[in-house]
């Protein structure tokens, strides 16, 4: 069964045998909240959060996986970028995205710069000055004035974060993209404060929608069909999630801004 959910950004990850597990993946989440400590532990070179097996499809790939984990350790940002995301559902992205769109994401990477690459209308939130620095650099070294000029990039963590999100206009984006440090802005502010941006038909993606401290994110979505991606991602060799959930009218007024409390 599953443990109740963190009602806050509290859970400690650790390995019980340090040497073996972090070979093996085995590996343990401990958090608490108002009905006491909960712990569960999960091979995650074999399964996600949620107990699900990784696609065949990205199984096949682990070479692929285990060259842009060696990669990105060289040069963070890919000579072809990807998004840091399940294969899968890099796909599923790829199939739904098109020129033109407007897409937010809150945590920047080699996601800002594949969306670039297709065209999109990219607002980026990223707490880290030097990562964002490196985003730049590559959009108007690599890819050019004009797609540089579609990036809007705020630096800007926690409550900074989340006041940014509220300022864009409600219903003005086709995609929300959460890949945020919880340690830095949490990823339930973000869905909260997110969802009213997006428009009629416009779509939440959620990574990491299987580990314990992103569960009261998915809660927030849990009126909506969820489409569910469980594999490996590009530079990592662990099981991870990848969620997506498409809005059906406009979310204005669904959830109380994180905010306001
Ligand atoms: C999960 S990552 C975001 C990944 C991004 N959305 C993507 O798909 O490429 C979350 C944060 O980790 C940091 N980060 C990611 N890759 C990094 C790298 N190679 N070097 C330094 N910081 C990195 C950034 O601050 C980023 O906002």
């Known amino acids: 069964m599953r443990p109740a959910t963190p ?21 343990t989440a401990e958090w608490e909240n108002a009905d006491g400590v909960h712990r ?11 107990g699900n097996a990784p696609s065949l499809h990205s ?29 899968d559902a890099v796909l ?3 199939e739904i995205l098109e020129p033109g769109m407007r897409v937010l994401e809150v945590g920047g990477g080699n996601s800002t710069l594949w969306f670039l690459e297709r065209g999109a209308q990219v607002t980026t939130i990223e707490h880290s000055p030097e990562w964002a620095r490196e985003i730049e650099r590559y959009a108007t070294d690599k890819l050019g004035a004009e797609a540089a000029a579609r990036l809007d990039l705020h630096v800007c963590e926690g409550v900074d974060a989340i006041e940014r999100i509220e300022r864009l206009g409600s219903g003005t984006r086709n995609l929300a993209l959460i890949d945020c440090k919880n340690a830095h802005t949490w990823r339930r502010d973000c869905v909260a404060a997110a969802r009213p941006k997006l428009r009629s038909r416009g779509w939440m993606v959620l990574d990491n929608s299987d580990h314990p401290n992103n569960w009261s994110s998915v809660e927030l979505m849990s009126d909506l069909e969820r489409v569910r991606f469980t594999g490996f991602a590009p530079m990592c060799p662990v099981v991870t999630q990848t969620s997506f959930w498409q809005v059906k009218g406009s979310s204005v007024g669904v959830l109380a801004s994180p905010l306001a409390a």
């Open 59 to 87: 199984l096949l790939r682990l070479p692929r996986i285990l060259r842009t984990y060696l990669a990105s350790r060289r040069r963070p940002i890919l000579a072809h970028p990807v998004p840091f995301l399940v294969l």
């Open 92 to 94: 599923f992205l790829d």
């Open 7 to 27: 009602q806050f950004n509290n859970v400690r990850t650790f390995y019980e045998r340090p040497l073996l597990d972090r070979w093996t993946g085995r590996y």
């Open 40 to 50: 569960k532990t999960v091979h995650n070179r074999l399964r996600d959060f949620e």
